[in-house]
């Protein structure tokens, strides 16, 4: 049989679809391993076990396991609908929350190009001009998943979980949109690869050259993700769980899928945004490429990249153990009386200083 | 390639994935129904149900997102153009970022962000 001679278009569906396979079966491990760490590490700050028993066989592997045992139980769990729900969108919102995440984490630039007999192939699965807004268009969905699941399972503790939460997200949107823009007008770009090659010395990272951003963007992560020390949406002592009370089973299991691929997709865009991305501090991407080749210099890229986030996932973890939950008036505040102005007076100093260095 | 089409193919994909894990829990598990387990949770009490009035202030925050934002995605294409237009744009956009910091003032002292 003949093979079919491929062309440039066929070849670059291909490999998106493979990338993004690719990138769907690691983010479906991340759970599991952060879940983990979310156990272990509070266990050794407050001098406890945690998990230390499912493994293999003789094999503990410190509890590694024990997550996965847990993954296996939601699916095998009686999915159980209230009989007051509106069933459509009951069922329709964890696909909702969940969507919008996977968006995201495919426009993250993982690494630098790769060829692959002869063909030049981009290491993020969806490549945008405007990539910036395209995710911050992309979160703004993600709201809906959450407002939808509470509504429609018509319980008390949903309702509010699902309100505090969806006007909290929208609250952080707007200083998470603005802390961006100084970076645009540094780089002149809303392409996140072209970001990160604008990166390509240390003190040319985002961090260095407006710190403010990063300041505003931290705390805009951890609100977003509804994570602590801003997690009112699902206090566990006043609301049960917060918008997802009335899901059990592997519906449950798409909302912690969705908060934790969230949680990895925000910490890489702040590794690309303020840290260079994927590449190494002071080891120039084209030193590495005349040492180990395109296809290994990428491979290396996208480990750095990993790292960088890993870290950034690690503070979620260590925050969320260390600051004690906030009130909603603070939070609140916080977002619209703090943020908001200073992200307004970070554009306008950046502006002023870059024109007068230009000029 | 169009530079859309990932978007579109990644849609499909995790669509197809999204259904398919969603519905595993609906093959997998047992099915008991009972009128007690198909109750809201509402810690033991009989059921009330929420369908009923929420805090003005969600919609007020609502609101006020829609403005903010819409405000952002402006400033983004003066942040993108912003080379080239030079101090005609800074100028410009000062004026934008004042009418909207009066804006942002009036909702301050309406006091439409207090929460209590």
Redesign the interface.
Known sequence: MELPVLD??AV??IA??VK??VV?VAVLHIPPVMIWVERRAPALMQRRRGPNRVGFFRWRLWGLLQTLADAVK????????????YRGFF?LA??IG??PT??FV?SIPFGPGIEIGGWKISLS?????IG??FI?AVT?IGVYGVTLAGWA???????LGS?RA??QM??Y??PL??SL?PL??IY???NLQQLIYAQSVVWKWGIFLSPISFFIFLICMFAETNRAPFDLSEGESEL?AGFH??Y????F??FF?SEYVAMFALSCLCSVLFFGGWQIPFVSHALLVSLLGVNLAALVGVATLLLKAAFFMWLYVWVRWTLPRFR??QL??LG??FL??LG?AN??VT??V??VM?? | ?H?????L???A???V???V??????F??????S?V???????GVP?????ER??V??YL??I??IL??IE??F??LW??T??SL??FG?VE??VF?AI??AG?VYV?KRKA????
Request: proline letters at 4%.
């Open positions: 440039e278009t670059q569906i998106t679809v993004f396979l769907l939601l699916i095998f769990k009686e999915e159980s609908v209230p009989g007051s729900a069922h964890p696909l969940l969507i996977l968006l495919s699965v969806i490549e945008l001009d910036a807004l911050l703004g399972s018509n319980g008390k503790f949903s309702l309100l969806s006007a929208i609250s949107e707007i949109g603005l823009i645009v007008l002149g770009s809303l049960v009370t009335e059990g089973s592997a519906k299991a798409l899928l909603y008036d609140m505040n619209w009386k908001l102005p307004l554009i306008c502006a002023l870059l024109a230009g000029a | 390639m530079p859309y089409l990932p978007v193919i990644v849609l994909v995790a669509l994935i999204g259904l894990m969603s519905f595993l829990s609906a997998f598990g047992p099915k008991v129904p009128a387990k198909q109750e809201v949770f509402e810690c059921e009330l149900g929420s369908r929420m805090s202030r969600f925050t609502a006020l997102f903010f934002d952002t995605v400033l983004y942040a993108r912003f080379k030079g101090w800074i956009i000062f970022v909207l910091v942002y301050l962000l207090e929460w209590e």
